[in-house]
């Protein structure tokens, strides 16, 4: 059974950073394309960025140059740095094994003025 879950999330002022963990198992986590999602309310789930098993990484034009993602391979782990935070930022957070319907639970990210 794969379980897919996330910490991290939280909230921060306008400028400031965060860092959210996935973790997932029940899968050979090494071999799959990891992806982070995030949707605000009121609008649809927006693609943030993924990760190929290679480490390639691919970033939505909101984010680029301010979010990164990462993955450690041997803790099953998969990251996203958040930099420079803006209230637009503000949602709730998913950590999906990308192309499979396995997603975290969702953390709420709340970015103050």
């Known amino acids: 059974q794969v379980q897919v879950v996330q910490s991290g999330g939280g909230l921060v002022q306008a400028g400031g950073s965060l860092r959210h963990s996935c973790v997932a198992s029940?899968?050979?986590?090494?071999?799959?394309?990891m992806a982070w999602y995030r949707q605000s309310t009121g609008k649809e789930r927006e693609f943030l960025a993924d990760?190929?098993?290679?480490?390639?990484?691919t970033y939505a034009d909101s984010v680029k140059g301010r979010f990164f993602i990462s993955r450690d391979n041997t803790k099953n782990t998969l990251y996203l740095q958040m930099n420079s935070l803006q209230p637009e930022d503000t949602a709730v957070y998913y950590c999906?094994?990308?192309?499979?319907?396995?997603w975290g639970q969702g953390i709420q990210v709340t970015v103050s003025s």
């Open positions: 990760i190929s098993a290679g480490g390639d990484s």
């Open positions: 999906r094994v990308a192309d499979y319907p396995y």
């Open positions: 029940g899968l050979s986590f090494s071999l799959y394309r």
